[in-house]
């Protein structure tokens, strides 16, 4: 900043590289806000020796988005190496999904343990069908 007798301090010295669009300084008046033109508080980052975080409530971060919607959005693929990752829910080319198998052979094929619950009380299987009779109370199998 710079000093008029007039104005006071209201003239600003600005440095712009418009080759690498960076600016440095080693040493500035005032909390540096005007190196980027930006306000201070402006910066929802925060960084520690080995993390780079956002936590600021309501800010939502994206990569390939200039307005992301969600915390994090990505446009574009994702490549996750170095982490120890299980099978979950796996969908094919074909639309086939798999629970547990990342090699499904069919609209829908669980390897694992199935716990059904809710209002749904019927199951139909090729030309059979399992279901409750609820006015009988109880599990009726037919087999066409």
Do not use: C, M
């Not at 929802?44 to 309501?58: E, I, S």
């Not at 074909?94 to 009380?121: D, R, W």
Request: hydrophobic residues 35%.
């Amino acid at each position: 900043w710079f000093y008029n007798q007039t104005q006071g301090f209201n003239y600003s010295l600005q440095i712009y590289n418009a080759t690498f669009k960076n600016v440095s300084a080693d040493f500035f008046f005032g909390d540096g806000s005007k190196l980027t033109n930006l306000p201070s508080g402006v910066s929802y980052w925060k960084a520690t020796a080995t993390t780079l975080y956002n936590d600021t409530a309501g800010v939502n971060v994206g990569i390939g988005l200039a307005n992301p919607s969600n915390k994090l959005d990505v446009n574009g693929t994702i490549n996750f190496t170095g982490i120890q990752r299980q099978l979950g829910f796996y969908q094919n080319s074909s639309g086939f999904v798999g629970i547990g198998t990342a090699n499904p052979q069919q609209k829908l094929e669980v390897a694992g343990n199935i716990n059904v619950s809710g209002n749904g009380n019927n199951v139909t299987l090729g030309g059979g069908a399992i279901y409750w009779d609820d006015v009988n109370s109880r599990l009726v199998i037919k087999v066409s």
